[in-house]
């Protein structure tokens, strides 16, 4: 007969069958007896307090954004479950893959405004790519299998399991069985030859074809296969934010970064390009700009393993369904080889006017106060290559994003289809709890650091030695940018009486730094990476300087303004 | 805009429902009528969702709906592609019944399913435009109450349930 256990000890031994090696959470009430369980297996499992839960579901998703496997969130009922809903919402727009687990009242006081009860069901569903509501003991086991197996598998996402506290208590057997299948869900459709044969027509007869790629190739680790790609078609080939990493910044063919802050030529040239081929991306409007303006000159061909997204925003002449690994492997067998030599250099002239008009001067400048851009310029000089940088929301985010220099894959953390500010600090917690030996630079803004600075506690607890350089200029510069462009300089509300974060880092226990000239810059970005441990680096920038290029919202990709 | 039928197959989950609407109502879409039932196989529920909106969007909502991890297949057809039918009840009271309502009865080939001492149900199967032209009338019978079905429905096509199950 086989013996039985608490369900609170099957949730555990079910994370610790699916490889969970870290849990970010929270204790409360309805989920004690899973903190009790956890207790007995601190020998196979890892936890971290976080001091909120939105933390612990931000450290989540850098953890699982940089390692590539399942992000695991403890919480209680009721409001410890309602804090992680931002961060559900952050991950099943950034396709991170998930398992985040509550407590829920017991299940015979469900619907009846009990201590702590909350609707999580309800109010999940809508951020979530599958949630379920476990109230026995015995459906504990398969309801985390299916779990686990739904968050990484197709397109990731964000799942949620709510176990009353019942079934937390109750006594079931265990006998885990991992998910591998199940009727209603299709992880992905094979790659159709057909298509292939079609898109590669077309790409073998395109003079001006042209390459987006995005984290679908990330996710679907195809790098390798988007390299060769590239290498035999000569195409160029254009990051979305989250692709950066996906393709070396040095590879021949990259051109730049893509969207409302990317550079000048991948924008530009979208409406000149014959051919548009689009890896693992979903054309968001803070790509395309203007839709009804966009690419309308071209055929698309659209790599992409989500079926909703075929035609949602542009419209594909050719669409491939499937794993980009799949099909740009026989892409790359079914096309010529060729060189665009003269398409290219229109890139590399239009990459020359942008640094003439703005890159030099956010990276080299000649004014009194500081960029963010010399900062980052600075990091790029001592990180490592397989240095990972996490970024908040905001102008730090689009700065960092376009100067950090990214030579690998897993490099980027960020918010990128939510936007959330107070991402960053616990995220970049996450990353670097994978592995403590790796570079975890964590570039945010006065506004977002200020919506989860309490996770600095959590750094101090864990010692994880992220490098956290905070670009302060006083205010909520992007909206302030807006405000200037759009509104009149009618600068409502974006202006911040900030405390002294040297002391708040020092409270904590973090060695931090100020920096406010110039002069001072380069040693103090040099003393933060040989500082073994966490560091606090403040840069006190320009208070309004303005991010370009820019497409304004509502113009098309061609109307990329440089200032 | 067109009216299209979404046929939705879906396991028999709890929520799933909610999951189906909340794709609708993101988009600010308002649901024509719905119908939901268990099909011939056990544990699998159909669910038949009338919607007036262009080609486009149909397509987005039902590839959406087939993206929920429950739902099984999603498919839409229009109006011509599909073999439908509603049914509308209409509580009429006893005192205003008359020879002329009988003739009404008749013409329409609708049927008293009850009779109570004070009213009587009748009801009549078709499509909307047929159930609301014998509202019309019987607005004229001081009727007590109406209730229309939402669609159900089967495609045209020759295809079976079990081609999507399992």
Not at chain 1, 70 to 91: E, F, H, K, R
Not at chain 1, 110 to 118: I, P, S, V
Not at chain 1, 340 to 369: C, I, Y
Request: hydrophobic fraction near 40%.
């Amino acid at each position: 007969m086989e013996t039985k256990m608490r369900g609170a000890d099957i949730v555990i031994r079910s994370l610790i069958a699916e490889q969970a090696e870290l849990i970010f959470g929270y204790p409360g009430g309805a989920i004690m007896p899973v903190y009790d369980a956890l207790y007995d297996y601190q020998d196979q499992i890892k936890h971290v307090l976080t001091r909120h839960e939105q933390g612990a579901i931000h450290a989540a998703q850098g953890y699982a954004r940089i390692s590539g496997k399942v992000g695991v969130c403890l919480a209680t009922s009721g409001p410890g479950a309602t804090n992680l809903i931002t961060g559900l919402a952050d991950a099943q727009i950034d396709s991170t893959p998930l398992v985040c687990i509550t407590g829920q009242v017991a299940a015979h006081l469900l619907g009846t405004d009990a201590f702590q009860e909350t609707d999580m069901m309800g109010i999940s569903m809508p951020a979530t790519k599958w949630n379920y509501q476990v109230r026995r003991a015995a459906d504990i086991a398969p309801a985390i299998a299916k779990g686990f197996f739904i968050a990484r598998s197709g397109r990731p996402g964000a799942v949620l399991i709510d176990i009353t506290k019942n079934a937390q208590v109750e006594l079931a057997a265990f006998n885990y069985q991992p998910c591998q299948e199940f009727r209603s869900y299709k992880t992905h459709h094979p790659v159709s030859d057909t298509a292939i044969l079609q898109a590669a027509a077309l790409l073998n007869e395109a003079a001006r074809p042209y390459l987006l790629f995005g984290q679908g190739v990330i996710l679907g680790k195809a790098e390798a296969e988007l390299k060769s790609f590239l290498d035999k078609s000569g195409i160029p080939a254009a990051s979305t934010l989250l692709g950066s990493g996906a393709l070396s910044q040095e590879h021949p063919n990259y051109v730049g970064k893509l969207g409302m802050h990317g550079n000048y030529a991948p924008n530009l040239l979208t409406n000149q390009c014959d051919v548009l081929v689009a890896v693992g991306m979903r054309f968001d409007d803070r790509v395309t700009g203007d839709l009804s303006r966009y690419a309308k000159q071209a055929k698309v061909i659209h790599l992409e393993l989500d079926p909703s997204e075929i035609n949602k925003n542009v419209k594909a002449n050719v669409a491939v369904l499937g794993n980009c690994k799949e099909s740009l492997a026989k892409l790359t067998e079914a096309i010529a080889s060729k060189k665009h030599e003269s398409w290219m250099a229109k890139f590399r002239a239009l990459e020359q006017q942008e640094n003439e008009a703005v890159v030099q001067h956010d990276l080299m400048p000649t004014k009194v106060g500081l960029t963010m851009g010399e900062a980052i310029h600075h990091i790029n000089r001592y990180k490592a290559d397989d240095a990972v940088l996490v970024t908040d929301v905001g102008q730090h985010q689009m700065i960092a994003w376009r100067y950090f220099n990214y030579k690998k894959t897993r490099t980027q953390v960020t918010s990128g289809g939510l936007g959330t500010m107070g991402f960053a600090l616990p995220a970049a917690l996450g990353a670097q709890l994978h592995d403590y030996s790796r570079q975890v630079i964590c570039v945010v803004g006065d506004g977002g650091i200020q919506m989860t600075i309490q996770e600095l506690g959590t750094i101090m607890q864990t010692k994880a030695p992220v490098k956290i350089v905070l670009l302060n200029n006083n205010y909520l510069g992007m909206v302030r940018q807006w405000q200037q462009m759009f509104f009149d300089k009618r600068y409502s509300f974006t202006e911040l009486d900030n405390p002294d974060f040297i002391k708040i880092a020092e409270a904590y226990g973090i060695k931090a730094k100020k920096v406010s000239e110039r002069a001072d810059l380069a040693e103090a970005v040099e003393d933060m990476f040989i500082h073994d441990g966490p560091f606090f680096l403040e840069v006190v920038v320009e208070k309004e300087d303005n991010v370009f290029p820019m497409i304004a919202t509502g113009c098309s990709v061609e109307e990329v303004r440089l200032n | 805009m067109k009216r299209y039928t979404i046929f939705v197959i879906t396991e028999n989950f709890i929520g799933i429902l909610n999951r189906i609407t909340i794709i609708f109502t993101r988009r600010g879409i308002n649901i024509d009528a719905l119908t939901a039932s268990e099909s011939r196989i056990p544990g699998v529920h159909r669910i038949t969702i009338e919607v007036t909106v262009t080609e486009e969007t149909v397509i987005q909502l039902v590839n959406q709906i087939e993206k929920i991890i429950d739902v099984i297949k999603a498919f839409h057809h229009e109006d011509t592609g599909v073999v439908y039918q509603e049914l509308a009840l209409y509580k009429i009271p006893v005192s205003r019944l008359d020879g002329g309502l009988e003739k009404i009865i008749r013409d329409h080939h609708a049927k008293i399913i009850a009779a109570e001492p004070d009213f009587v149900v009748l009801e009549l199967t078709g499509h909307k435009e047929k159930t609301r032209e014998l509202l019309e009338i019987l607005k004229g019978y001081g009727i007590l109450e109406f209730a229309r079905s939402g669609r159900v429905a089967v495609a045209k096509r020759m295809l079976t349930i079990d081609s999507f199950v399992n």
